[in-house]
């Protein structure tokens, strides 16, 4: 397992972008998989997008087309460019990894997570 780390949550406004960021304290993430989960008060924790170690990609479709995963080039990090953001993307944000590959799109994919970061969508 890696130890994984969220920033880039914020107060934003509704139409406003943020860029969350995942990093692993004492490796690269070049040959994990990568998930974003997101967690609003009383509900469930919800799948977002995921980027495989060599380079495929899923959005579920609520994200489709506002929200980009995307890895640096050292491949030490894994963000999520969100943008036009609305109130109902009010959250605490969740990264976690899985060494490889994930076929299957679900939180019991990922054995390492992060400790998440909040999002305020509000005006």
């Known amino acids: 397992q890696v130890q994984l780390v969220e920033s880039g949550g914020g107060l934003v406004q509704p139409g406003d972008s943020l860029r969350l960021s995942c990093s692993a304290s004492g490796t690269t993430l070049e040959y994990y998989a990568i998930g974003w989960f997101r967690q609003a008060p009383g509900k469930e924790r919800e799948r977002m997008s995921y980027?495989?170690?060599?380079?495929?990609?899923y959005y579920v479709d609520s994200v489709k087309g506002r929200f980009t995963i995307f890895r640096d080039n050292a491949k030490t990090t894994v963000y999520l460019q969100m943008n036009n953001l609305r109130s109902q993307d009010t959250a605490i944000y969740y990264c976690?990894?899985?060494?490889?590959?994930?076929?299957?799109?679900?939180?019991?994919?990922?054995?390492?997570w992060g400790q998440g970061t909040q999002v305020t969508v509000s005006s």
């Open positions: 976690a990894a899985e060494p490889g590959t994930v076929m299957v799109f679900t939180t019991h994919s990922f054995r390492s």
């Open positions: 980027i495989n170690s060599d380079g495929s990609t």
